[in-house]
Nanobody, 127 residues
Framework: QVQLVESGGGLVQPGGSLKLSCAAL????????TGWFRQAPGKDLEGVSC????????FYVDSVKGRFTTSRDNARNTVNLRMNSLKPEDTAVYFC????????????????????WGQGTQVTVSS
């Protein structure tokens, strides 16, 4: 079992930055990777990124490449999502999720590949 807790959401102006964190608590099994998803109002859940714990390899959806960076802190069992140059279309509830298998380019954005989910944190980009 894995409990995930997100933090760091909020209101930011276009062009601004935010850092989200996902802390893994109550870990009773090994998991291989942590992903970030988001859901904007009226839209489907979208896979944003994923990082493999073993080697730090990362995957990103095209719309955030060059602006978002995901990283891991092994000692603290935490994954961060640094979001720069934020746009109004980045407004969404952001969720972190953990999976027992590693991320791949073909599966990182599939919600069905993740077994554990956080409660979500709101990110609003608006002037």
């Amino acid at each position: 079992q894995v409990q995930l807790v997100e933090s760091g959401g909020g209101l930011v102006q276009p062009g601004g930055s935010l850092k989200l964190s996902c802390a893994a608590l109550r870990i009773t099994l090994d998991y291989s990777a942590t992903g970030w998803f988001r859901q904007a109002p009226g839209k489907d859940l979208e896979g944003v990124s994923c990082i493999n714990w073993s080697d730090g390899s990362t995957f990103y959806v095209d719309s955030v490449k060059g602006r978002f960076t995901t990283s891991r802190d092994n000692a603290r069992n935490t994954v961060n999502l640094r979001m720069n140059s934020l746009k109004p279309e980045d407004t969404a509830v952001y969720f972190c999720a953990a999976r027992t298998g590693p991320c791949t380019s073909g599966s990182y954005s599939s919600r069905f590949a993740y077994e554990y989910w956080g409660q979500g944190t709101q990110v609003t980009v608006s002037s």
